[in-house]
């Protein structure tokens, strides 16, 4: 009936309309009617619409169909002087309860329908981690839209936003934070995300933390996109860097994406234990390689298992600990950033560090390099390729690379040893003896050691030797 009155209201004003402009057309070859009949119409209209009004305002209002809670109509603070914890959390329980009768995402997660807390571009104070409820699991939220500021009791070893079922198993899926400005106030960390399903962390300014900006701990399918993460807030240079600690996001979990973010000072950047994430875009400039600071931190040694593109490390690197299945391509290194694998146990399988650029000072540094401080070498080295990379003021290291030489004798010997990344692992050869003149010697292949290719021929001739050599071709037939 509500939903009509509109529509009725406008169609009696036009009927009411076309009344009065018949009883003014005075040219009209139709009889007209009396004067009081105008009149006695009008009256009846009026009474119609009063009735309308008056059943209208007798008829219940049914609940908002709207699944957008407001802060601030719980109470909330927006100013961040008031403690707005209990406020934030009775929205979020209230939003947990608008769920879609008949319908779920994975198994035991309800759907609520697209339900979302707008933070009005607020910001709040709070004292306790927001969580989620964990009686029964639900997913399609979101959460968004303002600013969190911890309090100066805030718990030390928690997050300001926690996905964290007290469950072993999944109990929330398509959850969104968006939009959010979490400030830690140096009190703990911004985000966790535990045992979690398809959680996006879009645009969001994750700062003054000391433990993680964003911990991703089990679940599946994270994706961090679009946002700022940093323990201080500077542009690089700050004075206070080499005392940065804590890490930018730490990931102990598989099948998670991080893309186009910048960690701008943490100890370490990335953390990564787990096994298929992709890493792109990411801009880390969180603590120099010489303050004892780490971009990315790969710690899945044996199955790693990870991407990492066209990426910028400026002036901080990759350590990969035993990497198999690692890939490195596309990405930028500034200020002598470099490349560093750390043998645990002496595995080295499946390695690309292709397409990338280095940029150094000159002082000599290696754009990929190795760490044998626990006393084990690499001894199982198996499809390594490090090549058509592009270098300027450091140390050029590759497994393939082409040389050539001139003599005029019976040998000839290209070095590799000052550009080959291992020191003495040529596993392919492939050679050709340019001779001068009509001339037409045997030759041979007469050692690879020490990165150096040997060819020797029976009689003296003038001619070039033309070398290219792989240390990549273990395993291959």
Same mark, same amino acid.
């Given at each position: 009936?509500?939903?009509?009155?509109?529509?009725?209201?406008?169609?009696?004003?036009?009927?009411?309309?076309?009344?009065?402009?018949?009883?003014?057309?005075?040219?009209?070859?139709?009889?007209?009617?009396?004067?009081?009949?105008?009149?006695?119409?009008?009256?009846?209209?009026?009474?119609?619409?009063?009735?309308?009004?008056?059943?209208?305002?007798?008829?219940?209002?049914?609940?908002?169909?709207?699944?957008?809670?407001?802060?601030?109509?719980?109470?909330?603070?927006p100013t961040g002087i008031s403690d707005s914890t209990?406020?934030?959390? +009775?929205?979020?329980?209230?939003?947990?309860?608008?769920?879609?009768?008949?319908? &779920?995402?994975?198994?035991?997660?309800?759907? $609520?329908?697209?339900?979302?807390?707008? $933070?009005?571009?607020? #910001?709040?104070?709070?004292?306790?981690?927001?969580?989620?409820?964990? #009686?029964?699991?639900?997913?399609?939220?979101?959460?968004?839209?303002?600013?969190?500021?911890?309090?100066?009791?805030?718990?030390?070893?928690?997050?300001?936003?926690?996905?964290?079922?007290?469950?072993?198993?999944?109990?929330?899926?398509?959850?969104?934070?968006?939009?959010?400005?979490?400030?830690?106030?140096?009190?703990?960390?911004?985000?966790?995300?535990?045992?979690?399903?398809?959680?996006?962390?879009?645009?969001?300014?994750?700062?003054?933390?000391?433990?993680?900006?964003?911990?991703?701990?089990?679940?599946?399918?994270?994706?961090? !996109?679009?946002?700022?993460?940093?323990?201080?807030?500077?542009?690089?240079?700050?004075?206070?860097?080499?005392?940065?600690?804590?890490?930018?996001?730490?990931?102990?979990?598989?099948?998670?994406?991080?893309?186009?973010?910048?960690?701008?000072?943490?100890?370490?950047?990335?953390?990564?234990?787990?096994?298929?994430?992709?890493?792109?875009?990411?801009?880390?400039?969180?603590?120099?390689?010489?303050?004892?600071?780490?971009?990315? &931190?790969?710690?899945?040694?044996?199955?790693? +298992?990870?991407?990492?593109?066209?990426?910028?490390?400026?002036?901080?690197?990759?350590?990969?600990?035993?990497?198999?299945?690692?890939?490195?391509?596309?990405?930028?290194?500034?200020?002598?950033?470099?490349?560093?694998?750390?043998?645990?146990?002496? *595995?080295?399988?499946?390695?690309?560090?292709?397409?990338?650029?280095?940029?150094?000072?000159?002082?000599?540094?290696?754009?990929?390099?190795?760490?044998?401080?626990?006393?084990?070498?690499?001894?199982?080295?198996?499809? *390594?390729?490090?090549?058509?990379?592009? *270098?300027?003021?450091?140390?050029?290291?590759?497994?393939?690379?082409?040389?050539?030489?001139?003599?005029?004798? !019976?040998?000839?010997?290209?070095?590799?040893?000052? *550009?080959?990344?291992?020191?003495?692992?040529?596993?392919?050869?492939?050679? #050709?003896?340019?001779?001068?003149?009509?001339?037409?010697?045997?030759?041979?292949?007469?050692?690879?050691?020490?990165?150096?290719?040997t060819v020797e021929s029976d009689v003296p001739v003038?001619?070039?030797?033309?070398?290219?050599?792989?240390?990549?071709?273990?395993?291959?037939?």
């Amino acid at each position: 009936m509500i939903s009509l009155l509109p529509t009725l209201v406008k169609l009696l004003m036009g009927f009411l309309c076309v009344t009065v402009f018949y009883v003014n057309h005075g040219d009209s070859s139709y009889p007209s009617p009396s004067t009081h009949d105008p009149i006695r119409r009008m009256a009846l209209m009026k009474a119609s619409l009063q009735t309308l009004r008056t059943v209208a305002a007798s008829t219940p209002q049914g609940p908002s169909p709207s699944r957008v809670h407001h802060a601030t109509e719980y109470g909330a603070d927006p100013t961040g002087i008031s403690d707005s914890t209990e406020a934030l959390q +009775q929205a979020i329980s209230d939003a947990f309860i608008s769920r879609i009768e008949g319908t &779920h995402l994975m198994e035991g997660i309800a759907d $609520l329908g697209g339900t979302q807390l707008h $933070l009005d571009g607020g #910001t709040y104070k709070i004292s306790r981690p927001l969580r989620l409820p964990d #009686t029964t699991g639900a997913g399609n939220f979101m959460l968004h839209g303002g600013s969190l500021l911890s309090s100066h009791d805030f718990p030390t070893d928690r997050h300001m936003i926690e996905l964290w079922s007290k469950s072993n198993s999944f109990m929330y899926e398509d959850i969104t934070l968006k939009d959010l400005m979490i400030n830690s106030n140096f009190i703990g960390g911004g985000i966790a995300v535990i045992n979690s399903l398809r959680t996006t962390i879009d645009n969001c300014y994750i700062s003054r933390f000391t433990s993680n900006g964003i911990l991703i701990q089990g679940g599946h399918e994270t994706f961090v !996109t679009n946002s700022f993460i940093g323990q201080h807030i500077n542009v690089g240079g700050d004075h206070r860097e080499k005392n940065f600690s804590g890490i930018g996001i730490s990931i102990n979990g598989n099948d998670n994406s991080v893309s186009d973010v910048v960690i701008f000072s943490a100890a370490v950047g990335i953390m990564v234990q787990g096994q298929a994430n992709i890493f792109t875009g990411v801009h880390c400039y969180n603590k120099a390689t010489g303050w004892g600071g780490i971009g990315i &931190h790969i710690r899945s040694p044996g199955l790693t +298992q990870t991407r990492i593109l066209n990426s910028y490390f400026d002036f901080t690197g990759i350590v990969a600990e035993d990497p198999v299945q690692l890939h490195i391509s596309g990405s930028f290194f500034l200020g002598n950033a470099f490349v560093l694998i750390k043998s645990l146990k002496g *595995v080295m399988s499946g390695l690309t560090i292709v397409d990338n650029m280095f940029s150094g000072d000159y002082t000599g540094v290696q754009i990929v390099q190795f760490d044998h401080s626990n006393g084990h070498y690499f001894t199982t080295i198996d499809q *390594v390729v490090v090549d058509r990379n592009v *270098v300027r003021g450091m140390i050029l290291k590759t497994t393939v690379a082409k040389g050539s030489k001139w003599s005029n004798g !019976t040998k000839w010997t290209v070095d590799f040893s000052k *550009v080959l990344l291992f020191p003495d692992l040529i596993q392919n050869v492939q050679y #050709t003896l340019q001779a001068a003149g009509s001339s037409f010697p045997n030759h041979i292949l007469r050692n690879v050691s020490h990165n150096c290719v040997t060819v020797e021929s029976d009689v003296p001739v003038s001619a070039t030797l033309h070398v290219l050599v792989d240390q990549s071709m273990l395993g291959y037939v």
